[in-house]
């Protein structure tokens, strides 16, 4: 079992759609979490980037972790086509250095 | 500011052949990570690097190596290619040791494939 799990997708939402992407951890140890979005033929680029439990936005992402479930989540308000790409969560944990676990990625279209 | 540069962007090899990516990383940074991405694996960690000295190392195979320079610039090396190497290498530089400092920032990458 991988210590990050991702649905893949693909999920089509239309356009204004709210956009909910999940990720669950089995590492205890992980602390740091991240959203990275990536486009087609890109590298990532990180959205949000959180080391503690609770909410944190920017402008139209929100992201949570609740690290008594292991769960951490990325909500979109207003979606955009440009929204459309592969979101990835990463974590990692202290002393870990540049090191990060990332999930498979969930590919996202927002349709017109 | 110019961003993390990866060459060559695409590249073939045939089997048990090696092959030698190059990474310079945003000016200033002095950490380099490398991750390989696979459509059935994701990204998956390889190694990294601060100062010319190797931090951190993934779960590969001896294969898979690389090294720092002291201008930060990274290569990595991949001996014997096999199929299965066929993937999308990703250079990412930090300006400090850390994630609990900041953010990676990921090149484009170099597209290997191996027949």
């Known amino acids: 079992q991988k210590e990050v799990e991702q649905d893949p997708g693909p999920l089509s939402v239309p356009e204004g759609a709210i956009v909910s992407l999940n990720c669950t951890y089995s590492?205890?140890?992980?602390?740091?979490f991240m959203w990275y979005r990536q486009y087609s033929r890109k590298g990532p680029e990180l959205l949000m980037y959180?080391?503690?439990?609770g909410n944190k936005e920017d402008g139209r992402f929100t992201a949570q972790v609740d690290k008594s479930s292991k769960y951490i989540s990325l909500f979109i308000r207003d979606s955009q086509p440009s929204d459309s790409a592969t979101y990835l969560c990463?974590?990692?944990?202290?002393?870990?250095?540049?090191?990060?676990?990332f999930g498979t990625g969930t590919q996202l279209k927002v349709e017109l | 500011k110019a961003g993390v540069t990866q060459t060559p962007r695409y590249l073939i090899k045939t089997r048990g052949q090696q092959v030698t990516l190059s990474c310079s990383p945003i000016?200033?940074?002095?950490?380099v990570s490398w991750y390989q991405q696979t459509p059935g694996q994701g990204l998956q960690f390889l190694f990294e690097?601060?100062?010319?000295?190797?931090?951190n190392k993934g779960n590969f195979p001896g294969r898979f190596s690389g090294r720092q320079f002291s201008n930060s610039r990274s290569e990595m090396n991949v001996s014997t290619l096999e199929l299965g190497d066929s993937a999308l290498y990703l250079c990412?530089?930090?300006?400090?040791?850390?994630?609990?400092?900041?953010?990676?920032?990921f090149g484009e990458g170099s597209r290997l494939t191996v027949l």
């Open positions: 990412a530089s930090s300006p400090l040791a850390g994630v609990e400092a900041g953010e990676l920032f």
């Open positions: 590492n205890s140890a992980f602390q740091y």
């Open positions: 959180t080391y503690s439990s």
């Open positions: 990463a974590m990692s944990a202290p002393g870990g250095g540049n090191k990060l676990t």
């Open positions: 000016s200033g940074h002095r950490s």
């Open positions: 690097y601060f100062s010319e000295t190797q931090r």
